[in-house]
């Protein structure tokens, strides 16, 4: 990794040169549902959330920064289905934002070199929120936090 890193997603590192994001997109969810009395409006009852889904975007310049290898290999934990904790913040605050699946990768390459290589990769990754029952690969989740933030940090 070079440059700052603002956020993580398992152990792929988003960075201020490199493997860097433009823009993230949060759609919360939560479902109210209606009790029917009579008489008056009826009440509502918060049945609680439903889902929680965040989209990252972002454009990768491989030539001038790299990047790719980190893309690829959030591609290849999704493949495996292997759940991944997101955190963003910096070196000072690091916030644990809860464990994620990747639900899709787009990627838009264009402006290809000689040897078919792209130069630059528009990409969109999707991700969903898991309970955060949710066990991961390696350990609780308490231990993967500690091992995460001490590696997005040093």
């Known amino acids: ?18 493997f860097g994001y433009q823009g993230v997109k949060r759609s919360l969810n ?8 009579g008489q008056t409006l009826n009440p509502q009852q918060w049945t609680g959330p439903t889902s929680d889904e965040l989209t990252i975007a972002g ?4 030539e001038e920064f790299g990047g790719q ?3 690829d290999g959030i591609a290849a934990e999704a493949l495996a289905g292997v759940p991944m904790m997101l955190v963003t913040g910096d070196a000072v605050e690091g ?11 787009e990627e838009d390459k264009s402006h290809h070199n000689a040897r078919g290589e792209a130069a630059r990769n528009a990409y969109t990754i999707k991700l969903k929120r898991q ?7 390696g350990g609780s989740i308490l231990d993967r936090a500690t091992s995460f933030l001490s590696n997005l940090f040093r």
Request: zero cysteines.
């Open 1 to 18: 990794m070079s440059g700052y890193t603002s956020m993580m997603l398992g152990g792929f590192g988003f960075e201020a040169l490199g």
């Open 30 to 37: 939560t479902q109210w549902t209606e009790v029917a009395v």
């Open 59 to 62: 454009v990768i310049f491989t």
């Open 69 to 71: 290898s980190q893309l």
């Open 95 to 105: 916030v644990i934002r809860g464990v994620f699946t990747v639900q899709g990768i």
């Open 131 to 137: 309970p955060d029952t949710t066990p991961l690969p």
